[in-house]
Every structure is written in C-alpha cells, then in structure tokens.
C-alpha cells in the first residue's frame, strides 16, 4: 500500500540557511500535518492544511511558511535556520471524513543545522 | 487545552511477559479519539491501536489491548507476550473530532531478551 512519502530522509544545513522539506501524501487523502519531533521530544504540532488551504497552526515560527499544492503534496519552508530547528519533521495525512482512524505518518525529515 | 500524560517515563521486561503502559488525559468533550503509537529506533511513527470514546468496549489488536475508562479519564496500552521488535517509545495520543492529534510525552519501553 502506499504511505506517505517525505523528502530528503536527511538534511544538513548551516545556520541563516533556507531548507525546504516535501510531503506527498497518501493518494485520495485531503489533510495534510506537519509535526517537529526535537531530540528526546514528543512531537509537536506544526500546522495542517484540508483541501490545499490552512485549516490549523500550531507552535510554527515565523521563519517557517507551508503550503499544500493542487496535487495534494505540501512543502514546509524554514528560512533563518538555527541550531534550535535540528529536528526531525514528520508530516501525516489523513482523510477529513475520517480523521478517527488517526493519521498515517512518513519516515520523517531529519534536519541537522549545523 | 487537551493535555496527555504519560507517567512512565522509561520501563523495562523481559520477553513474553506482559507489561501495561498508563496514560491518562484532560478533556471536556465527549467525542474524542485515542490513539497509542510506537516510535522504534527508526523513529517511524507506527499506529499501534485506536479507540473511539463513545465507545465502551476496549480495543484490541493482536497482542496490543487497551483498558479505557472514560469516567476516570484514563487509557492504558497493554502489551502480552512481549516481543524484543516492541523496544520502542510509546505515545499516547489524543484526538477531537477532526482536530490535531495531540501526543504525551513517551514513555520507552525495553523488551530484556
């Protein structure tokens, strides 16, 4: 079955950098999460998008702008990078009408701001 | 706010025993759902079982079961027969409606061979 598909598995980048990460979700599901998972974390919501537009945020820095495109698939833009951001970035979809079964999550982004 | 707590912070047994995770959660609605997910070393995010609060019958999946008591606001995960491949991190999770998923903080579980 296809799952949620996450770009790039790892990411270096040093700080003041601009990094981009990519989310393709799972085919026919409308929601799309982004989660920040930090070292020894649980993960803490970013912000979500239903139908290419934004239907919730979370603790997202300003620094930080996402976007869900026509064909579903989202990209989260971090600019100013800092020491802090070294994360790993799950994002999740789900379908709106059945948000109960919970979401299916991807392998994460690790980012590494050095 | 919704808030999940998990208590356990870390725990160990020995393979095939059985081992109980607690959580527990604030809330003032009454649809909800409840989610545990394991987190193994490969940090993948894996849902482990579901449950819906209008629900009164506890949810099961294989050897995972939950004990879901909606008075006392309470779901714990348990886990029979352990299996080394259950090392992982746990999370509970919290859900309203179509609403975020909200995580507790983990607990991590050691199977001792």
């Known amino acids: 079955a296809a799952g949620v598909i996450q770009s790039p598995r790892h990411l270096i980048k040093e700080k003041r950098e601009t990094a981009t990460l990519k989310c393709y979700p799972i085919?026919?599901?409308?929601?799309v999460y982004w989660y920040q998972q930090g070292p020894g974390q649980d993960p803490q919501f970013l912000i979500s998008?239903?139908?290419?537009?934004?239907?919730d945020k979370g603790s997202i820095p300003d620094r930080f702008s996402a976007q869900q495109f026509s064909d579903y698939h989202s990209e989260l833009n971090m600019s100013s990078l800092e020491l802090g951001d070294s994360a790993l970035y799950f994002c999740?979809?789900?379908?709106?009408?059945?948000?109960?079964?919970?979401?299916?999550f991807g392998s994460g982004t690790r980012l590494t701001v050095v | 706010a919704q808030t999940v707590t998990q208590s356990q912070p870390e725990m160990s047994v020995q393979e095939a025993e059985t081992v109980t995770l607690s959580c527990t959660y604030d809330t003032s609605e009454n649809n909800y759902y409840l989610f545990w997910y394991k987190q193994p070393p490969s940090r993948q995010m894996i849902l482990v079982i579901r449950?819906?609060?209008?629900?009164?019958q506890n949810a099961t999946e294989n050897r995972f079961s939950v004990n879901f008591q909606k008075a006392a606001k309470s779901f714990s995960l348990k886990i029979s027969d352990s299996q080394l491949g259950d090392t992982a991190m746990y999370f509970c999770?919290?859900?309203?409606?179509?609403?975020?998923?909200?995580f507790g903080k983990g607990t991590r579980l050691h199977i001792l061979p």
């Open positions: 999740a979809s789900s379908l709106a009408v059945g948000p109960g079964y919970g979401y299916t």
């Open positions: 085919p026919r599901h409308d929601t």
């Open positions: 998008f239903y139908e290419k537009m934004q239907s």
């Open positions: 999770a919290f859900m309203k409606g179509d609403d975020k998923i909200i």
């Open positions: 449950q819906e609060a209008y629900k009164q």
